[in-house]
């Protein structure tokens, strides 16, 4: 089993920054990377961005390119959320997953609150 706890959300106004945490623990030896999702009130979840372990290749939602960037700290199995110029449409609570061989997304937490005022 992989254990994953994020931390960091809170308030923060329009075009500011915030940086959320993930720390990975348990069998983190089967994992390849990690995720960082997003669910709005009455929306479905959606991907933000997703880092692996080795290598430290990233991709990026289109919301998410120019204004997020993960990061990741091997030793520490932990992975970082940095986002800036955030907008009231960043609002959601995100989710880290830990990720797979296969590419599923198979370990979740509970979830961080991000509020962007206007």
């Known amino acids: 089993q ?16 915030l940086r959320l ?4 623990s348990g069998r983190t030896i089967i994992t390849v990377g990690m995720g960082w999702f997003r669910q709005a009130p009455g929306k479905e979840r959606e ?12 991709d990026y939602a289109d919301s998410a390119k120019g204004r997020f960037t993960i990061s990741r700290d091997n030793a520490k199995n932990t992975v970082y959320l940095q986002m800036n110029t955030m907008k009231p449409e960043d609002t ?3 989710h880290c997953a830990a990720r797979l061989s296969g590419g599923l ?3 979740w937490g509970q ?4 509020t962007v005022s206007s």
């Open 2 to 17: 992989v254990q994953v706890v994020e931390s960091g959300g809170g308030l923060v106004q329009a075009g500011g920054s």
């Open 21 to 24: 945490s993930c720390a990975a």
């Open 47 to 58: 991907f933000v961005a997703g880092i692996r372990w080795s290598g430290g290749s990233a």
């Open 105 to 107: 997304f198979a370990y």
């Open 92 to 94: 959601a609570v995100y």
């Open 111 to 114: 979830g961080t609150q991000v």
